[in-house]
């Protein structure tokens, strides 16, 4: 249910525990509303007696464990439902989040809602230290680790940008005090919001939710809100990371494929073609040549660009260029296969008009409903 990266992985001692390693998870949800009513969410600032309001909680053990966990993952009425899953043996919790229109009464208009709004305890009123990650937007510093000291009555806001969740900001968080700390993750394909505020006493108010959002739903109606996992670990930063890594690789990654001895390793296409220069012949042609050169490749990559009107105008249409793919992709996939290789084509729908829910020009049809695990 998680979706982006691991900051600080490791193998032995200190020097190798500084690796990163990337993996992906989320959920997609797009609603669009306008109307006027009272606005709720993590976008509004707070009345000052708002926080003795906060019941949701988190309290860690001297040994840095989830001993108590009060109302969480954020205070809730009917309209929300949390589906929990603990994970044991790594000291972790997630929840997915839904949220669904009230019944027999005018709905709200949500603006930014908060997955989560909780208050976790340390066992020691220590210094607290938040460990981040930037995200990735072709820059020098993509995924560059930072850390920032926590101070009482400040806030430090992080966030994601351009509707996708590992641009700017990745969405794992270490809080780490004295003798172990907390790991807050957020599952999320598209623009997140998180904050961290010290209250002292060895307290910090955590709240993660949607950004850029302001919807209202028909009776009826429920739509899908981020998940959040929450992880204590005892020692080091460094050794919470390498924990969150671990439950990462036994709960998350994908399996739908055989044991291999390396990590997938897959073929970009674009290293060669241009994002609008693709076309059946030069993809089937270039799948063709890898099958004959042998590499151990998992994967044949299409990125952006193959829809109709090309890259950037055209990303997030369903359609494949007539022109360039009078078949479709299914020739593409059909060349892929016989490289023996999986075919990934690159596809971003939440920025096209015809797809926005409420359209009537919208495409592509509802998903079916499906069970918690199936979502995952």
């Not at 009230?102 to 230290?129: H, I, K, Q, R, Y």
């Not at 957020?186 to 302001?214: H, P």
Request: net charge neutral; with cysteine.
């Amino acid at each position: 249910m998680l979706e982006q990266a691991l900051p600080g992985v490791g193998r032995s001692q200190r020097g190798n525990r500084r690796a990163a390693a990337t993996a992906t998870l989320g959920f997609v949800v797009g609603w669009i509303a306008l109307a006027l009513a009272p606005l709720v969410g993590l976008a509004a600032e707070l009345e000052p007696q708002a926080m003795a309001k906060i019941g949701s909680a988190i309290h860690l053990s001297e040994d840095f464990r989830l001993v108590e966990l009060r109302g969480m993952p954020r205070a809730a009425s009917g309209q929300w439902r949390f589906v929990r899953r603990d994970y044991p043996t790594a000291n972790a919790v997630e929840w997915q989040v839904r949220l669904k229109a009230p019944e027999g009464e005018e709905p709200p208009l949500w603006e930014n809602p908060c997955s989560a709004d909780f208050v976790v305890t340390f066992p020691f009123d220590a210094p607290v230290s938040l460990h981040w990650s930037k995200g990735s937007h072709e820059s020098p510093s993509d995924f560059q680790p930072c850390e920032d000291a926590l101070s009482k009555g400040k806030t430090l806001a992080l966030k994601s940008f351009g509707g996708r969740s590992s641009d700017g900001t990745l969405p794992y968080f270490n809080l780490a005090s004295q003798g172990g700390g907390l790991i807050l993750a957020v599952g999320w394909t598209g623009d997140w919001l998180t904050s961290f505020e010290a209250l002292g006493a060895g307290r910090v108010r955590l709240r993660a939710g949607l950004q850029r959002a302001r919807f209202k739903l028909r009776v009826g109606e429920e739509v899908r809100l981020p998940s959040v996992l929450v992880m204590s670990y005892g020692g080091d930063w460094l050794d919470g990371q390498n924990q969150f890594r671990r439950l990462m690789l036994a709960a998350f990654t994908p399996t739908n494929h055989p044991p291999m001895e390396l990590m997938p390793v897959a073929a970009s296409v674009h290293g060669l073609i241009g994002f609008n220069d693709t076309t059946e012949e030069k993809l089937t042609a270039l799948a063709a040549s890898l099958a004959v050169i042998g590499l151990p490749l998992d994967t044949f990559w299409l990125d952006a660009g193959w829809n109709t009107g090309g890259f950037p105008h055209g990303q997030g249409d369903p359609e494949a260029d007539a022109k360039r793919f009078p078949r479709g992709l299914a020739p593409v996939g059909e060349a892929a296969k016989k490289a023996k290789m999986r075919f990934l084509a690159w596809f971003e729908p939440g920025i096209h008009p015809d797809l926005k829910l409420g359209s009537a020009r919208r495409r592509l049809t509802a998903a079916p409903r499906s069970t918690e695990d199936q979502a995952r």
